[in-house]
């Protein structure tokens, strides 16, 4: 799909970057050529991720653990980075997320996730952005967001606010820094199977297949389909999309909009049964 070293000389930040969907996009930057950056709070899945890359790969890699609720580990972090020079791009896919009924919250569960994805989130690209705006660099920022950051989502509604917030923010900076050469991009992944993710979101078994049965496409999403629109949307070759939220979800959240959708259900029977009669 790219030309294989499109991302030669580009130096990225992938924040959760040892597990998950974070780790896939890593994989996928490394893999056209790209130095990273891998934060998140165990060195040891990071190291372990980064060694892979390395030797995959032929490129840098540098773990780094941090927990981004920490303001000054982040400060701590993003300086280290910079120490092997200075970062292009940043994508902010930490989070944290689960299933509740909303009265049952006490307020450090809401702050359990707000505090990563929302302030977090806020910290590590503040960060980034200060040092970019002083260097005068031109950069790229990526943040994963969800469907349900607009369409809000029950049962989930910390990580519904955060989610909300940071394309609040893409938006934002998308226009402030645009100017000055950062451009600030979301993604909304649909359903993409990770084990902290479905751990947490997926209870029961007989729920499993949820996310496929509501779905158009009849599945879930491949984390190769993620990590090349990731791909594209960092690379300089995007350049002229700013300040936007690409959906990848099979087409799952307009599924549950349309007036009409239920009539998905009708066989060619039934549509020949109430056609018009003549
Ligand atoms: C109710 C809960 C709870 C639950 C935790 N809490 N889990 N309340 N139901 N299932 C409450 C705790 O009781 C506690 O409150 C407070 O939250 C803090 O809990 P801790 O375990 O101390 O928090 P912490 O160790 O900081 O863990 C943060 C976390 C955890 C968010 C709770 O799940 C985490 O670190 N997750 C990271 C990975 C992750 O979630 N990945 C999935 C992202 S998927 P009290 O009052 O008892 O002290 C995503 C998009 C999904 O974001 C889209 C899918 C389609």
């Known amino acids: 799909m790219f030309k294989n070293d ?16 974070g780790r896939s996009m890593a994989g996928r930057f490394a893999e056209l050529g790209a130095d990273l950056v891998l ?12 060694e892979e890359f390395r030797k995959l790969h ?12 920490d303001p000054a580990a982040v400060d701590a972090m993003l300086d280290q980075a910079w120490a092997k ?30 505090a990563t994805v929302l302030h977090g989130t806020a910290y590590v690209t503040l960060g980034c952005g200060k040092r970019w705006l002083a260097e005068g660099r031109k950069a790229s920022v990526l943040s994963v967001v969800t469907t349900y950051a607009w369409t809000g989502s029950a049962f989930v509604v910390p990580s519904a606010m955060a989610k909300a917030g ?24 649909g359903p993409f199977p ?4 479905w751990e947490r979101l997926v209870p029961r078994e007989d729920l499993a297949d949820t996310f496929e049965r509501k779905n158009p496409l009849g599945r879930v999403g491949d984390h ?10 960092l690379a300089d070759e995007a350049g002229y999309i700013n300040g936007e939220v690409v959906t990848i979800d099979g087409g799952e959240w307009l599924q549950g909009a349309g007036q009409f959708n239920f009539l998905s259900a009708l066989t060619d029977e039934d549509w020949e049964e109430i056609k018009p009669k003549k």
Not at 41 to 49: K, N, Y
């Open 6 to 21: 499109l991302l030669k000389g580009k130096r990225i930040l992938v924040t959760g970057g040892g597990t998950g969907l």
């Open 39 to 50: 934060t998140g709070r165990r060195a040891e899945v990071l190291e372990e991720a980064a």
């Open 58 to 69: 032929s490129v840098e890699v540098e773990a780094i653990p941090c927990d981004i609720r």
């Open 85 to 114: 020079g200075a970062l292009d791009s940043l994508v902010n896919n930490a989070a944290g997320n689960f299933i509740a009924r909303t009265e049952g919250l006490s307020h450090r569960a809401v702050d359990a996730v707000l």
């Open 166 to 189: 940071v394309l609040a923010m893409t938006r934002s900076l998308a226009v402030e820094w645009g100017g000055r050469g950062i451009r600030l991009n979301a993604v909304a992944p």
């Open 194 to 197: 990770t084990k902290g993710a």
């Open 224 to 233: 190769a389909e993620l990590a090349n629109l990731a791909t594209y949307l």
